[in-house]
């Protein structure tokens, strides 16, 4: 059983930045980073592999999120720079052993609790 614990959340003016933290409590291949805004589908966000470090994005947040992994650590981040409104969601960290590490939710089988990031106008 792999155990995911996220911090980092917070309010956040727009224009500012926040940095997401997510601790398992094993090493996984893949982790990575979805959100799921109120009334919206959960949708990915970031996510990077074990292996080789290769990471994908969200179109919507490629240049100004970056996910890196310590992987001694089992930690994986997600720094959020140029935040806006629209990135108000509830953050969820995931995590698989697996080799697929694309944006796709069913193919992580860990899921943390969440942390919300709100992000003001």
């Known amino acids: 059983q792999v155990q995911l614990v996220e911090s980092g959340g917070g309010s956040v003016q727009a224009g500012g930045s926040l940095r997401l933290s997510c601790a398992a409590s094993v090493y996984t291949t893949c982790m990575g980073w979805f959100r799921q805004a109120p009334e919206k589908e959960r949708e990915g966000v970031a996510t990077?592999?074990?292996?080789?470090?290769?990471?994908t994005y969200a179109d919507s947040v490629k240049g100004r999120f970056t996910i890196s992994r310590d992987g001694a650590k089992n930690i994986v981040y997600l720094q959020m720079n140029s935040l806006r409104p629209e990135d108000t969601a509830m953050y969820y960290c995931?995590?698989?052993?697996?080799?697929?590490?694309?944006?796709?939710?069913?193919?992580?089988?860990?899921w943390g609790q969440g942390t919300q990031v709100a992000v003001s106008s």
């Open positions: 990077i592999s074990g292996l080789r470090g290769t990471t």
């Open positions: 995931a995590a698989d052993r697996g080799w697929s590490c694309g944006l796709i939710q069913r193919d992580f089988y860990y």
